[in-house]
């Protein structure tokens, strides 16, 4: 009836063969990824403790 899709498979990047511009742009993305997910996670544990200090019990 409905196929499903099957997960597209990713190929694994032979670093190896990464020119020198190429591997300063992976590290440039990587470190801007990092950058982002560091802001998130703040954001959470912000969340999270004014969740807690909102519910705590005195």
Known sequence: MFDEEEPKKIKPIDLDDLSVE?????????KLEIENLEILLKKKKDKLKLADQFFKKN
């Open 22 to 30: 190429e591997i300063e742009e992976m590290i440039g993305n990587h």
